[in-house]
Nanobody, 126 residues
């Protein structure tokens, strides 16, 4: 069992930055692929970024590549999403997720993650 709690969301002007944090408790955080997803009302849940359990490889989506950076600190059981140059279309609820422990490099589908946080709202104004 893994529990995840996101924080760091809020209201920011276009072009600004936010850093989201996801604090994990439970078993084997250091052996799990972690991901960030986002979902706005009436829209599909969208993959944002993933990070290998070792932290050595990251996999941002094409929509955020160059602006968002995923990282993790296994000593603190925490994964981060640094968001720069935010745009109004980034407005969404952001969720972090953990997989079951696997030998995969990363997952882009929500179906491949087993544990989810409650989400944190990010709103970007023009």
């Amino acid at each position: 069992q893994v529990a995840l709690v996101e924080s760091g969301g809020g209201l920011v002007q276009a072009g600004g930055s936010l850093r989201l944090s996801c604090a994990a408790s439970g078993r084997a955080f250091s052996s799990r692929i972690m991901g960030w997803f986002r979902q706005a009302p009436g829209r599909e849940r969208e993959f944002v970024a993933a990070i290998h359990w070792s932290g050595s490889s990251t996999y941002p989506s094409t929509s955020v590549k160059g602006r968002f950076t995923i990282s993790r600190d296994n000593a603190k059981n925490t994964v981060y999403l640094q968001m720069n140059d935010l745009k109004p279309e980034d407005t969404s609820i952001y969720y972090c997720a953990a997989d079951r422990q696997s030998s995969a490099w990363y997952h882009t589908s929500a179906h491949d993650y087993e544990y989810w946080g409650q989400g944190t709202q990010v709103t970007v104004s023009s």
